[in-house]
């Protein structure tokens, strides 16, 4: 069993910034990619930003030049720095780890999910 323990959403005005953080625990083997998901209302759930084990990072136009994802291996953890917010950020963000298990079979695992809500 693997848990995700996500922190740091909140209400923030518009141009401010807010740092999330994910925590994965248990049974983990390998942990390759890890990254940030939101879903607003009515939308479906899209990438955010991600991260491979090697550190290349991925993020969604949206959000270039303005978030940062980054990892601490040791702690299998990985944050989002969000910064210059707009409302358009409002969401659920969700931190997705990609596990190689032995054998090589990747499974994925979910956190529960933060709120950030920007007001304008």
């Known amino acids: 069993q693997v848990q995700l323990v996500e922190s740091g959403g909140g209400l923030v005005q518009a141009g401010g910034s807010l740092r999330l953080s994910c925590v994965a625990s248990g049974s983990i083997f390998s942990i390759n990619t890890m990254g940030w998901y939101r879903q607003a209302p009515g939308k479906q759930r899209e990438l955010v930003a991600d991260?491979?084990?090697?550190?290349?990072?991925n993020y969604a136009d949206s959000v270039k030049g303005r978030f940062t994802i980054s990892r601490d291996n040791a702690r299998n953890a990985v944050y989002l720095q969000m910064n210059s917010l707009k409302p358009e950020d409002t969401a659920v963000y969700y931190c997705?780890?990609?596990?190689?298990?032995?054998?090589?079979?990747?499974?994925?695992?979910w956190g529960q999910g933060t709120q950030v809500t920007v007001s304008s």
């Open positions: 997705k780890i990609v596990d190689y298990k032995l054998g090589g079979l990747p499974v994925n695992y």
């Open positions: 991260i491979t084990s090697g550190s290349s990072t």
